[in-house]
């Protein structure tokens, strides 16, 4: 397996169709960080040709493949994900197919990944690949970046593992390990180190040939050694440069930023059938989770008067953003609600938010 870009795609200036050519390195004193991050460049990539774990993603350099990689990454384990992955490559295999695709088996195939802007997002770029690159995936930063969903970060990482460009990556597995290596303790969310640690990963990219391979190191070694609260320090290439570890600080280094309070939200779904079906509502645009399909509920819709016993017949506690949220289900009579009546048999095919898909499963239903 491929784990690096093969030699003949150079990617630090040199490629006759790089749209980025990288300046030839000057006869000027690099301050010393960046000497620093320069001479960790060989034991990063020596490591990662040794350790990279074989995830079905590294097996290619189809920038589409690698997009919806990368994009299913955020705020996600890559042990979750990969089956995730295959099943999508599998129904969407190309940026033709995503475009096409209905909407709701978009959506379909990202239920349980939570975040689902992620999922719209990615058919509007497809539509928008369609529209302006004639249905090929874009191969300069830039243009890779004007798309939807797409930060500084994405397009760095589909850059340089796809076309091998020299593109940075900051990520918190990157803000990690640069600012434990470099003993940086202030704040990281803070502009003016996050402008270091982009110009370190700058110089971390530009200094090999391998750039695919560079910032692959970067995320894995995040990712397998240098954990959040025990790294594995004495299995990292780069420990004899590590200033938190001599320092003996790693524990305060990132800073911990302050999260915002989280807040408990209460919300009455409504179970309502009829033989054989149950009444189901799609979330409308605007909201979080646009799109997915639900109980009626007292969220996105009235609330019903409940009688004054009342018992929910099951209780899905959910984390969204900053709330806490505990949804509650009670049988009620049919109304004659908005909403649309689904069989029953058929619920496992349609789109459902994760919180209404726990509480459904808790239900015995029929
Ligand atoms: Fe992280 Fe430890 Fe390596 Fe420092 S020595 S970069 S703390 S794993």
Redesign the pocket.
Known sequence: MPLSTPANRPCNGKHFDNPFPVPQRSAVPQPPAQRKARRLVPRLLSWYGKHARDLPWRRTRDPYAIWISEIMLQQTQVATVIPYWERWMRALPTVNHLARAKPERVLKLWEGLGYYSRARNLQAAAHQILKNHQGQFPNTPEAIRALPGIGRYTAGAISSIAFNLPEPIVDGNVI??LT??FGRREDPKAKVLQNELWSLAETLVRSTEDCAALNQALME?GAT??HPRT???ND?P??RS?A??REQV?HLIPAKTIRPQTEARLIQAYLITRPGHILMRQRPEGVHNAGFWELPNDETGPARKLPKRARPIATARHTITRYRIQLEAYRVPDNGEAGQWHPIDALASLPVAAAHRKLLNSIRLG
């Open positions: 990690r390990i434990r290596l070694l050694v240098c790294p594995n320090c990292c780069v420990k590590c938190a570890r790693i």
